[in-house]
């Protein structure tokens, strides 16, 4: 496929075939990757990098894909949860051209948008582009572990959804964002079902003075680290502190003597252990 016949002939195409703009822009951009890619039959593209190039959402990229389907621009493949396949279709052979189809590529062009092109242009107008892949190009599904990075996020996302805290619709670009960054820190996916798990029991409880719902982003960014815990987040935000369980307590009573021994500095370790021991056995003996 020749890239300069091919966008002569789009422009000379859609004067009698009007398009939106956002369409025109998404050929434009299809046949550029095309090229890049050095023009395979089929290559795939996911709707995120689209979407990044338009700047528009997913449904109005779907949108502008299915005009170019149905105009006979591009044909497309549906490939599930991995990016989409893409074929561009000649508009040049429908155009009919000057270009006899043995024709090297630039042999042949006399006039170009711009002024007068020498009948055997030379080899730099249209240079051999090696494949070049852009941040974005390849779709990062395809990489085991990103693929089931993807597969976290959705987890993450659906099973905030069930408990009933403050449901969304569907997952937003900077949740996906706050959400990949948890899981980029190190952060488990474990712990992270496990610190809602624990904020809806919170919020829902009635013996929970707490009551303030987050958004799933918001509880990313503020609340996370508060609920880790299920002991401490379950016991902090009780109505009534009595009711803490007795080894929050004794937690607490250590940490207290902890620091008093420390700061005074008048006995050794083996006794400070010593007399925690005492404690535990005191106030809280065996069952």
Request: net charge positive; glycine share 4%; proline share 6%.
């Amino acid at each position: 496929m020749n890239y300069l016949r091919e966008m002569n002939a789009f422009v000379d195409w859609f004067e009698t075939n009007p398009l939106d703009a956002m369409t025109q822009a998404l050929w434009f951009h299809l046949m550029a990757i095309n090229n890049k890619c050095n023009w395979p039959e089929w290559f795939a593209v996911a709707n995120l990098t689209l979407q990044a190039k338009l700047g528009a959402d997913k449904k109005t990229i779907i949108k502008q894909r299915n005009v170019l389907v149905q105009k006979g621009l591009i044909a497309y493949k549906n490939q599930g949860r991995v990016a989409g396949r893409y074929k561009m279709l000649s508009v040049g052979a429908r155009m009919g051209g000057n270009i006899p189809p043995n024709m090297p590529p630039n042999e042949g062009l006399t006039v170009d948008i711009g002024g007068i092109i020498p009948p055997k242009c030379p080899p730099t107008l249209e240079p051999i582009l090696e494949p070049i892949r852009e941040p974005n190009l390849v779709p990062l599904y395809k990489l085991n572990k990103t693929k089931t990075k993807q597969k976290d996020i959705y987890t993450i996302f659906q099973h905030w959804n069930t408990q009933q805290i403050c449901n969304h619709d569907k997952l937003t670009p900077r949740q996906h964002e706050l959400i990949k960054a948890r899981l980029d820190e190190g952060c488990p996916v474990e712990e992270l079902l496990a610190a809602i798990d624990n904020y809806a029991a919170v919020v829902h409880g009635d013996q929970y003075y707490w009551t303030h719902k987050w958004r799933l982003d918001e509880f990313l960014q503020r609340g996370m680290d508060k609920f880790k815990s299920a002991s401490e987040s379950r016991t902090n935000f009780l109505k009534d502190q009595s009711k803490a369980p007795a080894f929050v307590i004794l937690s607490a009573a250590k940490d207290l003597v902890c620091k008093i021994l420390f700061r005074k500095r008048k006995i050794l370790h083996f006794v400070q252990y010593d007399i925690l021991f005492f404690l535990e056995l005191e106030y809280f003996p065996a069952s």
